[in-house]
């Protein structure tokens, strides 16, 4: 499984942006889905995740309700909509992938990640 991260950028706060994971693999389907995210200097750090059986959605305190985890299995692609950023959503962003056929998704124990891609929040 490979993964491809996209859609990141320069934004001022309050922007948007939307990320996407596309995702090498015969079926989407039976895969969980994580974004994560590590800024200069610290510990990467859990943001969201949608899990593959019924597309539950799971988010870290520090982006609920300004994020939002989709998924297009057809497209193999995952998705993550973030509204009214801040500066210190500053940071790389991953998507990974696990084989879990579940309700719930891993909070870090993901098997395939993918390359990173920047995002920078301008005050």
């Known amino acids: 499984v490979q993964l491809q991260a996209s859609g990141g950028g320069l934004v001022q706060s309050g922007g948007s942006l939307r990320l996407s994971c596309a995702a090498s693999?015969?079926?989407?389907?039976?895969?969980?889905i994580g974004w994560f995210r590590q800024a200069p200097g610290k510990e990467r750090e859990w943001v969201s995740c949608i899990s593959s059986s019924d597309g539950s959605t799971y988010y870290a305190d520090s982006v609920k309700g300004r994020f939002t985890i989709s998924r297009d299995n057809a497209k193999k692609t995952v998705y993550l909509q973030m509204n009214s950023l801040k500066p210190e959503d500053t940071a790389v962003y991953y998507c990974?992938?696990?084989?879990?056929?579940?309700?719930?998704?891993?909070?870090?124990?993901?098997?395939?990640w993918g390359q990173g891609t920047q995002v920078t929040v301008s005050s």
């Open positions: 693999v015969f079926s989407l389907d039976y895969y969980a």
């Open positions: 990974a992938a696990d084989l879990v056929i579940a309700t719930i998704c891993p909070r870090y124990e993901y098997e395939y």
